[in-house]
Structures are given as C-alpha cells and as structure tokens.
C-alpha cells in the first residue's frame, strides 16, 4: 500500500501545483477574449467574473496524461472527445451558444468516445440475471454521457459547487479503485483529475476570483462519464449504480429541474433559480454555507458507496435510505419540484407591498 500512496502522491501533487499556477494566465485570457459572466437577476454574484476556468483542468488533464498515461486508441478517443467538448466551452464562454448547437458538440464529444473509443455498456448483470442492450447498448451509452455533462453543467451555480462535487467523486473512485487493486486508465485520470480539480478550486472556492464556465462544467462531465464506463468492463448492478449515487446531488437537481419546468409548461433549457442550491440560499445561509452542506451530503453518498462496495452492503443500504429520506423531506420543505402555495402568496404579498411602495 505505501508503494501505491507513493504512486499516487505525484499524480495529484503536479497537476494540482500546474493548475494552481495556470489559472492566473486563463484570468487574463478570459479578460482579453471577452469571456466574462455578467451579472443579472438569475446570477448569484455582483460582480463580472472570468470564465474559461475549464481551460486551466483541462490543461492538468493533458500535462497529467503526458507524464502518467499510456498511448492507446481508447485513450485517443478521451483526448479528441475532451477537445470538442472544451472548444465547444469555451466559445459558450466567450459567446453563449444556443442550447442546440452546445448540444452538437456534446454528442459529437460523446459519439467519439463510444463509436471510436468503444466505450459501450453492452450488457448488465445483477441478482444472476445478465440484461442484454443489444442494438440500444450505443443509445444508453451516448444518453450516460450526456446526462453526466448536463448534470455538471446545471450544478454549477455558485462558487467551488460543480468543482468540489468533480473532487469528491474523483477521491471516491480512486479510493474504491485503490482498495480494489485496480490500477488501470481510470486509475490515472482519477488521481489526475482530482489534483487540476483542487488545483482550481482553490481559486474558485467562495470568494471566487475565476469561474470554471462551461468549458469546465461539461469537461467535468465528460471525463466523470469515462471514468465511470470504464469501470462498466463486465458490467453489474453495483458499477454501474454506485458511480451514480456518488454524483447523487447533481443528478437529483437535474431531475427536479425537468420535472419542475415540465410541470410549469416551460422548455427543459430555460433557466431558473429554483436548483437545490437556490433553495438553500432562499433558507439565509450564506453561498460558503450552502456549498458545504451540499459537500457534506454528497460526502455521505461517497461514504455510503465505499461502505457498500468495500465493508458492508447492508449498512450501505442503511445510509442510503437514510439519505433519501432527507432528501424527500427537502423535496416536500422546498420549491425545488413545485412552489409551494404558501410560497407564491409570500410572493405576492411581496410584490403588492412593493407596488405599493414605488
């Protein structure tokens, strides 16, 4: 085992240190290109901010893959569909794109890891019974990795948000892949990952000076869904669930946003601020407090996970119920599926004193 930490240690430490350093370079970038976020009435922060902090992880990855990868096709395939979706990021940043042509270069990013890359969840087998995807195994792959980048891209709303939830995934992974024995391509693009993820959040933990932007939301995303298909290699239950219990937060907020907005009439890309982070916000706690409450939560998923996988699967069942029932009492305590009617007369009452008032 010490031989492994040894190992380890400097697949955080570089890419950790090189994205600390960089992302003063990508500040003075965003600010030449133009790639700043502008407050307005949706937007937490009062102040514009640099985007492009994608850009800074993403050149962690490349130096950390330089140094500790290995050339193979399927590695090929991660560093060309990595590229789309960052180049596709970063003009969001720069410009916002249109949410069809953002989804172009996600499902161009995703078609090269599954079609050259042949990242394929093919079958899946659990309780002695193996589910055979046949023809559809290419459609559920592409919808996994999409559904990935697009929950990165919605958590991302305050400060150190999409990027601690990215490290606590990668921490986790690595520490189940680390007691596992398995040293293979996820391995090193965890620890990799989890040291140009700290790397930035340093300078993007509340009071941020510079935002990841999409370009780093999406890549964040893009490499969680490889990681996680490439531990899909003889699929079961437990691998392919487990992964998506540790990103429990994001993909909880993404489901409540399409069912909040179908319900509402309105279209699944419009933006709001009824996301879970808003809904801690609206309860008076401060942007640092909400993010590390979500943090903890989303450290207990990973607990639970490690638990099941590693010690106990019936004490890893306990922790899970215990954190679906928080989040179904959040659910019935919040606006975040449907407002409330308690709610809207506060908001009405709210808006009539205010007319009142001008």
């Not at 290109?33 to 922060?45: F, Q, S, T």
Request: some cysteine; charged content about 10%.
């Amino acid at each position: 085992m010490e031989e492994v930490i040894k190992q380890i240690f400097p697949m955080v430490v570089i890419p950790f240190l090189f994205v600390l350093f960089v992302v003063p370079f990508v500040k003075q970038i965003a600010a030449h290109v133009g790639a700043l976020d502008i407050p307005n009435e949706r937007k937490v922060h009062k102040t514009p901010m640099p985007r492009l902090g994608g850009l800074a992880i993403f050149f962690g990855f490349l130096l950390g893959y330089m140094i500790y990868g290995t050339h193979s096709p399927q590695m090929n395939s991660i560093l060309i569909g990595s590229f789309v979706i960052v180049l596709t990021g970063v003009f969001d940043d720069i410009k916002p794109l249109k949410a069809s042509t953002k989804f172009i270069g996600q499902l161009v990013a995703a078609c090269i890891l599954v079609f050259y890359g042949n990242f394929v969840m093919s079958n899946i087998s659990a309780f002695g019974i193996t589910i055979d995807f046949g023809p559809f195994s290419y459609f559920l792959t592409l919808f996994f990795i999409l559904g990935c980048i697009n929950c990165m891209n919605l958590i991302d709303g305050l400060d150190g948000l999409a990027g601690g939830i990215a490290s606590i995934y990668f921490l986790t992974i690595g520490i189940i892949a680390t007691m596992q024995g398995k040293f293979g391509l996820d391995f090193v693009l965890t620890f990799v990952m989890l040291g140009s993820t700290l790397g930035f959040l340093v300078h993007n933990f509340n009071p941020a000076s510079i935002f990841m932007g999409d370009s780093g939301s999406m890549f964040l995303g893009f490499i969680i869904a490889t990681i996680a298909l490439l531990g899909f290699k003889n699929v079961t239950m437990s691998s392919l669930i487990i992964p998506l219990l540790i990103l429990a937060i994001p993909i909880l907020d993404t489901l409540f946003a399409i069912v909040r907005r179908w319900l509402k009439g309105e279209s699944l890309s419009t933006p709001d601020k009824f996301h879970i982070h808003h809904q801690l916000l609206n309860r008076n706690f401060t942007q640092r407090q909400t993010v590390l409450i979500i943090y903890v939560i989303n450290i207990l998923f990973a607990i639970a996970s490690i638990v099941y996988v590693l010690k106990d699967a019936l004490l890893g069942y306990i922790i899970y119920g215990i954190l679906l029932l928080i989040v179904v009492l959040f659910v019935v305590k919040t606006n975040v599926v449907f407002e409330h009617p308690q709610e809207s007369k506060k908001k009405k009452i709210f808006k009539l004193k205010k007319n009142n008032n001008s």
